[in-house]
């Protein structure tokens, strides 16, 4: 693209972006499961390839607060490790220390090239056919403080 025709293409995504942050829905469990790991003290960091601005009307919405929110705005998008990492800095956190909940096959490939586990949301139709490079692989938000516990327990997380 030239860069004018770049930056046109951008102008639309964001705008397509801006109207979904505005009609977003969480998935069923997240804002319980937010405030359950909030009161275990535990941090809790966003990596999108969605643009800040998106992401501040989707946490402004649903009363949503991060630890540290990393977007494409900051550096290369998944599956490109710089995100995970970047948020596992900024939380002061080692990569082997967190655990990276996605729902894409981007999301798990970022997470094992950063150094981290990850748990795959099974909220997609073809999430069958990536959950292999999933660590946990879950089919509701509510299994996740399991999974958190049993590592605890294991003193790996």
Not at 80 to 93: E, G, H, I, W
Not at 117 to 137: G, K, P, W
């Amino acid at each position: 693209m030239t860069p004018s025709q770049r930056r046109r293409a951008e102008a639309i995504l964001l705008q397509h972006e801006l109207e979904a942050a505005q009609n977003s829905l969480l998935n069923p469990g997240a804002g319980e499961l937010i405030a359950t790991l909030r009161r275990q003290k535990r941090l809790i960091g966003l990596v999108t390839r969605n643009s800040h601005d998106s992401v501040r009307r989707i946490c402004r919405k649903h009363h949503l607060t991060f630890d540290c929110v990393v977007t494409r705005e900051d550096g290369p998008v998944k599956p490109d490790p710089f995100s995970v990492q970047r948020a596992c800095d900024l939380m002061n956190v080692m990569p082997q220390q967190a655990l990276l909940v996605g729902d894409y096959l981007f999301d798990l490939i970022s997470a094992r090239r950063a150094g981290c586990r990850s748990v795959l949301l099974n909220t997609q139709d073809n999430c069958a056919d990536f959950e292999h490079e999933a660590d946990y692989i879950i089919n509701d938000l509510n299994e996740l403080p399991g999974i958190i516990n049993a590592l605890e327990d294991h003193n790996t997380l």
